[in-house]
T-cell receptor, first 110, second 117 residues
Framework: RKEVEQDPGPFNVPEGATVAFNCTYSNSASQSFFWYRQDCRKEPKLLMSVYSSGNEDGRFTAQLNRASQYISLLIRDSKLSDSATYLCVVTFQAGTALIFGKGTTLSVSS | NAGVMQNPRHLVRRRGQEARLRCSPM?????VYWYRQLPEEGLKFMVYLQKENIIDESGMPKERFSAEFPKEGPSILRIQQVVRGDSAAYFC???????????????FGPGTRLLVL
């Protein structure tokens, strides 16, 4: 079983749509959780950290359910510029190795 | 630009040659991480270093791969006797500086794309 599993994608949505990505992690000892964004042939960039209380950053909302070992990312009012691969990431301890999912590709069209 | 620097950005090697990838962490950062992304795969952790120390090398292949982060200068990922399967994007990340929102936030460099012919 993979340590971090994500929806396989790709997700193809029109501008303005709401899209949700899901992610599960296998190790209950995981401590920190993130969503990163990776554009084609570029480096990953931190989109947001994910907290048990849930957190929102503009059009992006992240949720964590520790009991179910489940993480989600909701994007509202999709923009063309949101087209990218979204990576679900966990760590066992702050400052240690990041464990990446394979990513879910989002394509937003006009 | 005070971001993470990597060079070269692209590297072509023939089988059996050596590849040296360099990473300069963000200013003030003392922790360096190397990750590898094979074609159509996710990023995989390789090694975590602090100045002059390897903290975690659990993701490093046992042979041909080595990494260092000397007191002065960039971190180096070295691959000896490269094979075609080493072709990948190698990303470096850094953390641990006072400029980080938290000490754990890892910032990535642009990567080195290694092609082994």
């Amino acid at each position: 079983r993979k340590e971090v599993e994500q929806d396989p994608g790709p997700f193809n949505v029109p501008e303005g749509a709401t899209v949700a990505f899901n992610c599960t992690y296998s190790n209950s000892a995981s401590q920190s959780f993130f969503w990163y964004r990776q554009d084609c042939r570029k480096e990953p960039k931190l989109l947001m950290s994910v907290y048990s209380s849930g957190n929102e950053d503009g059009r992006f909302t992240a949720q964590l359910n520790r009991a179910s070992q489940y993480i989600s990312l909701l994007i509202r009012d999709s923009k063309l510029s949101d087209s990218a691969t979204y990576l679900c990431v966990v760590t066992f301890q702050a400052g240690t190795a990041l464990i990446f999912g394979k990513g879910t590709t989002l394509s937003v069209s006009s | 630009n005070a971001g993470v620097m990597q060079n070269p950005r692209h590297l072509v090697r023939r089988r059996g040659q050596e590849a040296r990838l360099r990473c300069s962490p963000m200013k003030g950062h003392s922790h360096v991480y190397w990750y590898r992304q094979l074609p159509e795969e996710g990023l995989k952790f390789m090694v975590y270093l602090q100045k002059e120390n390897i903290i975690d090398e659990s993701g490093m292949p046992k042979e041909r791969f080595s990494a260092e982060f000397p007191k002065e200068g960039p971190s180096i990922l070295r691959i000896q006797q490269v094979v075609r399967g080493d072709s990948a994007a190698y990303f470096c990340a850094s953390s641990g500086g006072l400029a980080s929102p938290t000490t754990e936030t890892q910032y990535f460099g642009p990567g080195t794309r290694l092609l082994v012919l």
